[in-house]
């Protein structure tokens, strides 16, 4: 399949997980992507595998949560390409986990929010000033089922994530007569790099929440990532899809 030949996708969080496992997918179907990652040292790594594959990459040291990195890296992506057809936002935190808001410090709660929802709106309205000009675009922000459900023990990431699905219902609708369309993912457990930073007891919590009792794989959110922000899908916008092996139930 070829489905993202001659298309542009911007990737934050590209360098690895989930960024780079969608990355790797619409570059296998033809797409050029530009990695944004605030890790210098994976973000090469990542971009030279894909080099050596044959795949149309660039690599962007950005931080999502630096307005100014997030305008000029858009600006550089556009001038180098001519035009954004995709932004997959998978840049993001996990935060202080098994801890109640009593004991959770303010500062990291500050810094969770800076990377994970005013990460999420500043790509997102970045994307939006490029697609506009062609009147074509599809968005991606990763959220959570935490997003939807709120996982005790880790408020930052619950309550962030749930700002992003604000953020996904409120600016569809506010595209939804152009050609833009801005849908959300609220992935359950996925295995990444992520999840060894996570408390066992916190992993535990929530795996025994997923009814198929597995985690996901990045494969998996790479398929269904990629059909959403691929050109069939052109009806949907403003909604959140599931990927939690039956522990979301809306
Ligand atoms: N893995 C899971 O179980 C899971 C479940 C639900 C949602 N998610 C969400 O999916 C997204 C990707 O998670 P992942 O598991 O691939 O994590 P990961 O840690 O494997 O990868 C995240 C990437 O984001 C980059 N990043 C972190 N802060 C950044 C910043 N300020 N600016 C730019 N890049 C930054 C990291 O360097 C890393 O390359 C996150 O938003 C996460 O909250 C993950």
Redesign the pocket.
Known sequence: MNRFEDQVAVI??????????IAERIALEGGRVAL????PH??DQTVNEFKNRGFKATAYV?????EEMVSQSFQQVEASYGKIDIMV??????GPTNIKITEYPTDAFDKIY???LR?SFLMTKYAIKAMEKANYGRILL?????GKEGNPGMVG?SAT?SG?IGLVKGIGKEYAETGITLNG???????????E??SPEQLAY?TAKIPMKR??T?EE?AAISTWIVSKECSFSTGFVFDISGGRATY
Do not use: E, Q
């Not at 934050?12 to 496992?21: F, I, N, Q, T």
């Not at 936002?89 to 996990?94: C, E, F, Q, S």
């Not at 990763?142 to 935490?146: K, L, V």
């Open positions: 934050s969080g590209g360098a690895d997980g989930l960024g780079k496992g944004f990652d605030v890790n994976t973000l950005v931080d999502v949560s630096s936002n998978a840049a993001g935190i996990v800076s990377i994970n990460g990763i959220a959570s089922i935490a990431y994530k992003v993912l609220a992935p359950a457990v996925i295995k990444t790099a992520m999840n930073k996570t929530m985690l996901g990045v959110v």
